[in-house]
T-cell receptor, first 110, second 114 residues
Framework: GQQLNQSPQSMFIQEGEDVSMNCTSS?????WLWYKQDPGEGPVLLIALYKAGELTSNGRLTAQFGITRKDSFLNISASIPSDVGIYFC??????????FGAGTRLTVKP | GAGVSQTPSNKVTEKGKYVELRCDPISGHTALYWYRQSLGQGPEFLIYFQGTGAADDSGLPNDRFFAVRPEGSVSTLKIQRTERGDSAVYLC????????????FGPGTRLTVL
């Protein structure tokens, strides 16, 4: 199935910098999810968003569910080396249709 | 362990062969999902089990792919007559209630078809 449009594809940042990535779709979703995947592992859920306009934080991570229900963004503040990995957005509609973005590969230079 | 486990972690096979990939979900989780993740892409849904039955198999790409969960716990993804394009990481996930927002992923099986 068609995946979501996630950008940027990759990011190279200095430790301590803030990071922003986003996801857009032509379809609306009820739920937006953000995952992190480390090499050789499965994705791990970071943040779940359930309502248009919702802004949710998890430590240094903040994510928002777009008002149009067709987009979401994830911010990471004050990045640290262990933030390295691939971040995926996922949109879910009525618990039936779940689509993932292609991922944002984050590299943090100490 | 308490998480989702998948075996083997790596599988190399030749084109045309048959392969089986196994998933052990978290104990007590009634819902089980299979995804395929190609290089540089996000996971793509294949099939969803609720208990022993396949509640949604709309993501299976063709009839070479089949999955079973005979006792409502362990699941096996079966691929017949493998093709080079089947090479990918196959991820399994489980959830307690069937809500996809609460699924836990296993580490995946990396399948390489030569």
């Amino acid at each position: 199935g068609q995946q979501l449009n996630q950008s940027p594809q990759s990011m190279f940042i200095q430790e301590g910098e803030d990071v922003s990535m986003n996801c857009t779709s032509s379809s609306i979703f009820n739920t937006w999810l953000w995952y992190k995947q480390d090499p050789g592992e499965g994705p791990v859920l970071l943040i779940a968003l359930y309502k248009a306009g919702e802004l949710t934080s998890n430590g240094r991570l903040t994510a928002q569910f777009g008002i149009t229900r067709k987009d979401s963004f994830l911010n990471i503040s004050a990045s640290i080396p262990s933030d390295v990995g691939i971040y995926f957005c996922a949109g879910l509609y009525n618990n039936n249709d779940m689509r993932f973005g292609a991922g944002t590969r984050l590299t943090v230079k100490p | 362990g308490a998480g989702v486990s998948q075996t083997p972690s790596n599988k190399v096979t030749e084109k045309g062969k048959y392969v089986e990939l196994r998933c052990d979900p978290i104990s007590g989780h009634t819902a089980l999902y299979w995804y395929r993740q190609s290089l540089g892409q996000g996971p793509e849904f294949l099939i969803y089990f609720q208990g022993t039955g396949a509640a949604d198999d709309s993501g299976l790409p063709n009839d070479r792919f089949f999955a079973v969960r005979p006792e409502g716990s362990v699941s096996t993804l079966k691929i017949q007559r493998t093709e080079r394009g089947d090479s990918a990481v196959y991820l399994c996930a489980s959830s307690l209630t069937g809500s996809r927002d609460t699924q836990y992923f296993g580490p995946g099986t990396r399948l390489t078809v030569l």
